[in-house]
């Protein structure tokens, strides 16, 4: 089992920051890939970026390129994601995810599952 928990969601002002932690405990070894996904009250999840267990590979969903970042220390066995320039559409739960695909942006290609991080931004 992998045992993930974000933090670092809030309530921010459209143009400012924010970054989100995931703490992965467990059998990390077993995980390759590393996700973040949001989801928005009445839509369907989404895909916002991703990263390899090394951190040399990362993608990005187009919504958000340019604005996010994905990154990792696995010394810390910890995934970040820094929001820059956020938007009132950036609004959701935040969901980091792992599993075994890299660079999926499938949520059916993720076994595990942190509880969320609520995200609100405001115009």
């Known amino acids: 089992q992998v045992h993930l928990v974000e933090s670092g969601g809030g309530l921010v002002q459209a143009g400012n920051s924010l970054r989100l932690s995931c703490a992965a405990s467990?059998?990390?070894?077993?995980?390759?890939?590393m996700a973040w996904f949001r989801q928005a009250p009445g839509k369907e999840r989404e895909f916002v970026a991703a990263?390899?267990?090394?951190?040399?590979?990362?993608y990005h969903a187009d919504s958000v390129k340019g604005r996010f970042t994905i990154s990792r220390v696995n010394a810390l066995n910890t995934v970040f994601l820094q929001m820059n320039s956020l938007k009132p559409e950036d609004t959701a739960g935040y969901y980091c995810?792992?599993?075994?695909?890299?660079?999926?942006?499938?949520?059916?290609?993720?076994?595990?599952w942190g509880q969320g991080t609520q995200v609100t931004v405001s115009s």
């Open positions: 990263i390899s267990g090394s951190g040399r590979l990362r």
């Open positions: 467990g059998r990390t070894f077993s995980v390759r890939a």
């Open positions: 995810a792992a599993g075994s695909k890299i660079g999926s942006s499938r949520y059916e290609d993720y076994g595990y």
